[in-house]
Every structure is written in structure tokens, then in C-alpha cells.
């Protein structure tokens, strides 16, 4: 007989709601929307701010409505 070099343990109560979580977002669509801007001049404004003060923009601040 060969020699188990493993151990078998219990999967822990707390992965079944994670498996079931799972389950039930990949029944569930994931985009509502989709959302197109022309981005450039915000582009542009971010680069010519680092280029000044060497300080670097998010750009998800800087579409985040605040």
C-alpha cells in the first residue's frame, strides 16, 4: 500500500458562501451600461499639469463626480 504524503481536512463552513456567491453572481450580468466620452483635453490637461509641477492626476478622481 503506498503512502499518503497529504492530509485531508474539512473545507471550512465559511467557503460555502463563497461557492454559493459565486454561483449566483455568474447568473448575473455584470455591465448595466456602457458609457463612451471623448477623454482627450483631459488627457492633455493632466499631462501638461505633471509636466509643471511634477504632481501626478488620477484620472478616476478626475471623471469621479465629487
Known amino acids: 500500500m503506498e503512502e499518503k504524503n497529504y492530509q485531508v481536512l474539512p473545507f471550512p463552513a ?3 458562501v463563497v461557492i454559493d456567491a459565486g454561483r449566483l453572481g ?3 450580468h455584470i455591465v ?3 458609457v ?3 477623454v482627450t483635453r483631459a488627457r ?3 499631462r501638461e499639469h505633471k ?3 511634477g504632481e501626478s492626476l488620477s484620472f478616476t478622481a478626475f471623471i ?3
Open 14 to 16: 465559511a467557503r460555502d
Open 26 to 28: 455568474s447568473r448575473r
Open 32 to 34: 448595466f451600461g456602457l
Open 36 to 38: 463612451e466620452w471623448d
Open 44 to 46: 492633455v490637461f493632466m
Open 51 to 53: 509636466a509643471g509641477t
Open 64 to 66: 469621479a463626480p465629487s
